[in-house]
């Protein structure tokens, strides 16, 4: 019988050997074939149309007219026009408004504030009040915008509500309609950052508001200094995914408002619909979306900054 020889003092047991496959580390043909339908779907249904876009970008491709029945090359022709349009400019501005006010405010701060309250609230409460905030997060686009213009209309339950305490009607969605889909976005998109701070805040040490509470500090200042430094990489993931949602936002501005009245509330999905489908014009409007996707990129890059180092990794 023969036994294995002691480790050497000093000397590390060799590492096993990796097998190495024709395809990668530990990849063969074998084990690569199974993939090679998830990959046709992905070359198919993400790639394929990701390399149409951008060859329609620099086409004056149309669905009718000259661009329809012969689609030419024009370079950059679609992207200066779009610099030159001053509609173009409205949207963009607006886009911002809207974005700024329904998702960067409005959503991070009530969801922040429900998290705060289901963090202190009874059972009762924290289920009333998360049924409620997820109903509308749930409704489809459709119906929650029809719901929300009925509320906002002349004769809907805001001016109901309104008349009933004596206080004169409104009639937001032709007096400010950005403003009027910007409460409906917030009302609807609410509930997911509710969801995050919400598990953001159990991931939170009890014991480390213990000892701030011991050294004196109060709600406020708890929350400033203990809360918010902790749950920074929770806020700045929301606030990226927030943005980015509320950008591409579309069918709950045109039920509500169809962009208008006089473009007071095109946001760049609705312009970009307009220049697509309603005047036929599928390059520039594909020009457009390529230009939206820059601005949601960017947005992204700068919250990605606000990350701590530790996280980037």
Do not use: C
């Not at 990701?50 to 012969?70: K, V």
């Not at 886009?95 to 700024?100: E, G, K």
Request: negative net charge; aromatic residues 10%; charged residues 10%.
């Amino acid at each position: 019988m023969t036994t294995d020889a002691p480790p050497v003092p000093g000397r590390t047991a060799p590492a096993p050997r990796r097998r190495h496959g024709t395809l990668g580390d530990g990849l063969t043909l074998s084990r690569a074939l199974p993939m090679v339908p998830a990959g046709v779907l992905l070359i198919g249904f993400m790639l394929g149309p990701i390399i149409y876009s951008l060859y329609l970008a620099f086409t004056d491709s149309a669905i009718r007219g000259d661009g329809a029945s012969e689609t030419s090359f024009v370079g950059f022709d679609n992207f200066v026009d779009a610099f030159t349009d001053a509609d173009f400019w409205n949207s963009v501005a607006l886009t911002l408004i809207f974005t700024v006010v329904s998702a960067v405010i409005g959503q991070n701060v009530m969801g922040m504030l429900l998290a705060q309250l289901m963090e202190r609230a009874n059972r009762i409460i924290t289920f009333v009040v998360t049924s409620v905030v997820i109903a509308a997060w749930i409704l489809p686009e459709v119906v929650a915008g029809y719901l929300l213009y009925t509320f906002f209309a002349a004769e809907g339950s805001l001016n109901t509500i309104l008349t009933s305490i004596g206080l004169p009607g409104q009639d937001m969605l032709f007096t400010a309609p950005i403003i009027a889909v910007s409460f409906a976005n917030i009302w609807r998109g609410t509930a997911f950052s509710m969801l995050v701070y919400s598990a953001a805040l159990s991931s939170v040490p009890g014991d480390i508001y213990e000892s701030a509470a011991l050294d004196g500090a109060g709600p406020v200042r708890r929350f400033v200094s203990v809360t918010l430094p902790l749950m920074r990489p929770a806020i700045a993931t929301n606030l990226m995914l927030t943005t980015l949602q509320t950008l591409s936002v579309f069918g709950l501005i045109f039920i509500m408002t169809g962009g208008g009245p006089a473009r007071q509330s095109q946001t760049l999905p609705l312009y970009m619909y307009e220049q697509a489908f309603s005047y036929g014009q599928l390059g520039y409007g594909t020009a457009v979306a390529l230009l939206l996707l820059l601005i949601g990129a960017v947005a992204s890059l700068v919250y990605l900054r606000l990350l701590p180092e530790e996280d980037k990794r």
